[in-house]
């Protein structure tokens, strides 16, 4: 990685942002603003906030989950309930310099976090809270899905009731959201000096998701509801198969090049211009495609069960078609995708030891920074206290005694 | 909204974004930059690029999935095979101002956009290109989706083979932390007077997302697959329960508080203590409600399936509860939630009439901005070649008879 690369990775140099948070959404936020070069303190309450024995959790009880979502964080762990620690920490957001004031948090309804009262004291504030819905109420990844209407049609059709996705989606979208707005607030305060006061509902970010998509959009426009798919795409040929040893392929034809290469791996060409025919149905046409996706599914099946996986994969990597074979997480960790690849690197982290971890998606010249292991619990307090605050070893031994602050256990 | 707000809600203004791209990521990102107050040229080939007709389409054949991500941008359309569209279109990007200078692509191999052929024209620029595989292979959210690892563990226990997501989110989250790149970047170059050539591959974004909630990194580290949980939540407690009348809820109990109140709710407080003796468990403890949902849940059953869902939400609606009831795209959008909701605004469609259609989901001030309407495809060519590259009428009468650029139909 040469010099420019080196600092392109790192656009938000310079930049100090206090996180009070929990779960997902605004940990994520905070560590990729991290990734992206900012200092970023992660400020918890004396003990932990309620992620922080979340599962997985190691033999050791260390969380799987937090450590993930804080890496290349700095901790600092406070008494946030009491007059002393909250005076401590809002001096930390708004004292901390010219790339500082800026305070990315989940926490609502604490009177001494609010932007009126943390603005009083530095105008230029740039202050991201994230709610679960608009009006202030409580609402969470999984409570935020079922009101959506992604459930509903998640899953096989002959399936009922819902079906929910097991990947958080809703939360990591807010957190990119946020990380996106604190970035774009940044860059507008160093143009005016102005601050920015933002709101992001988890709720709000997965309703304009699903306008944006259409599938909002659609239910206003017509009457009829989206059916159930099962494993299909909707509006085109996509489709899982079996092999005859049991292993599944998701199978994808976007384009007329992708479904021509489709029927000629599985030998339907001829059954395939027969149905057009007998049909009337033009099957350069997705739209074509997708109507009369049951019975050309029937027609690629016997092709796909009576080969095993590896033969299967042999042949498609021969095609154009869009494909992969479904995996275990284990079989993910073990492929050279992840073991070969640029964005895992070893990652020795204090209550686990060292795995692959993952940096940034993004490469700027083709380079990933090096993972940056997450903190032991207030690892940083006194370090930050020092540096950000200019407290003395005696200041700092007096809130320790008092326990207004603790130190990395 | 007053003066600063306007302005805080658009602080990627004086941006300039060609975007060169087609279905969900890269059209996001492009859409996201917009909503930020960049200026966002999207560039097609004429006709429209694989995107342009895809389901859902109105009666007219408008397509309402790209109407919907492509919302505020301008429109260019030119032919992308020949020289003299090409060498427009390089001029676009390179010749375009202080605040121009950025791609935005998902179009991989195409000399011409390469950034070592654009960056000698323009030094500064900012190139963003999403790939499907860091290799440069092709990928798509479904087959990403398949070798990441969540359709073996969705849907309920007993069933068999995979169950993907409905929600394209590896697009979206790749759209997401482009535009956060993108912002990020644009930062670096106004301090440095340096660009920047970022690679983000679909898969990379599925590979950490997945590594960073630690489904990746309890695989390295235990050899016991986490099982398939149906609507159950890992680690936590909380489940889906069917009302009389079909009506069904996602109930969440994070925290010793919640689960105290549904106990409460459903007359079972009696019943969990004799349970927590008789099995030893710990029910303030979240792992042990997790490890024990299956009897938690049948012991909570029967209260849900005796009362209609309007009683349980009434009822829930008295508690401290996570909760949720399931609910269709249609009912979504006759709720309150998005027809009195300010992230939603009548937008006058062409081609598909007035709709809500949402802004950004994070809101300044409390205020949103209106939705723009997407553009028709080349609306905007002859005004984006006349003011970015000062052609005349004569010029662009030539350029529209050679068919090396269309304007809007």
Redesign the interface.
């Known amino acids: 990685m040469n010099e420019?690369a080196r600092?392109?990775a790192q656009?938000?140099a310079g930049i100090r942002v206090v996180e009070i948070s929990s779960f997902?959404a605004a940990p994520?936020a905070g560590?990729?603003l991290s990734q992206?070069g900012a200092d970023v303190i992660r400020v918890d309450p004396l003990g932990g906030a309620?992620d922080y024995?979340?599962?997985?959790?190691?033999d050791d009880g260390t969380s799987?989950?937090w450590t993930?979502?804080n890496?290349g964080k700095r901790s600092v762990a406070a008494d946030l309930r009491g007059d002393a620690g909250q005076q401590l920490i809002s001096n930390l957001i708004t004292d901390s310099g010219p790339g500082g004031g800026i305070l990315l948090t989940n926490t609502v309804g604490r009177e001494w976090l609010d932007y009126d009262t943390l603005a009083a004291r530095r105008p230029d504030l740039i202050r991201?809270e994230i709610l679960g819905?608009?009006d202030g109420s409580?609402?969470?990844d999984?409570?935020?899905?079922?009101?959506?209407?992604?459930?509903?049609?998640?899953?096989?059709a002959e399936?009922a009731?819902?079906?929910?996705?097991?990947?958080?989606?809703w939360d990591?979208?807010?957190g990119?959201?946020?990380?996106?707005?604190i970035?774009?607030?940044?860059?507008?305060r160093?143009a005016?000096g102005?601050?920015?006061?933002?709101?992001?509902?988890l709720?709000?970010?997965a309703?304009?998701?699903?306008?944006?998509?259409?599938?909002?959009?659609?239910?206003?426009?017509?009457?009829t509801?989206?059916p159930r798919?099962g494993?299909a795409?909707?509006?085109?040929y996509?489709q899982?198969f079996?092999a005859a040893d049991g292993a599944?392929?998701?199978i994808?034809a976007?384009?007329s090049r992708h479904f021509h290469a489709l029927t000629e791996l599985t030998g339907t060409r001829a059954a395939v211009d027969a149905l057009a025919t007998a049909l009337d149905a033009d099957f350069t046409d997705?739209?074509a495609r997708?109507h009369h996706r049951d019975v050309l599914t029937g027609l690629f099946t016997p092709w796909f069960r009576d080969r095993t996986g590896v033969e299967i994969t042999a042949a498609l990597e021969q095609t154009s078609i869009?494909?992969?074979?479904?995996?275990?997480?284990?079989?993910?960790?073990a492929d050279p995708?992840?073991t070969a690849?640029?964005?895992?690197a070893p990652l020795p982290q204090p209550g686990?030891?060292t795995?692959?971890?993952?940096?940034?998606?993004?490469?700027?010249?083709?380079a990933h920074a090096s993972p940056q292991a997450a903190p032991r619990l207030g690892e940083h307090t006194e370090e930050v206290l020092r540096e950000q605050l200019h407290l003395s070893s005696t200041d700092l031994a007096q809130l320790r005694e008092a326990a207004v602050i603790a130190t990395g256990d």
Chains 1, 2 share one sequence.
Request: net charge neutral; glycine share 8%.
């Open positions: 420019t600092s392109a656009p938000l997902v994520l560590m990729t992206l309620a024995r979340r599962w997985p959790l190691t799987i989950y993930g979502l890496k991201l819905r608009a409580t609402a969470v999984y409570t935020v899905n079922a009101a959506i209407g992604f459930p509903l049609v998640t899953g096989p399936h009731g819902p079906i929910n996705q097991v990947l958080p989606a990591l979208l807010c990119l959201y946020a990380a996106l707005a970035t774009g607030a940044v860059r507008h160093e005016t102005e601050g920015s006061r933002i709101t992001l509902p709720e709000d970010v309703l304009a998701t699903a306008g944006n998509l259409g599938f909002l959009t659609e239910a206003m426009l017509s009457p509801p989206r798919l494993n795409i909707y509006g085109q996509g899982h079996s599944t392929f998701m994808v976007l384009t997705e739209g997708y869009l494909w992969e074979r479904y995996r275990t997480f284990h079989e993910v960790v995708r992840v690849n640029p964005l895992f686990i030891g795995y692959l971890a993952p940096s940034a998606p993004a490469s700027v010249d083709g």
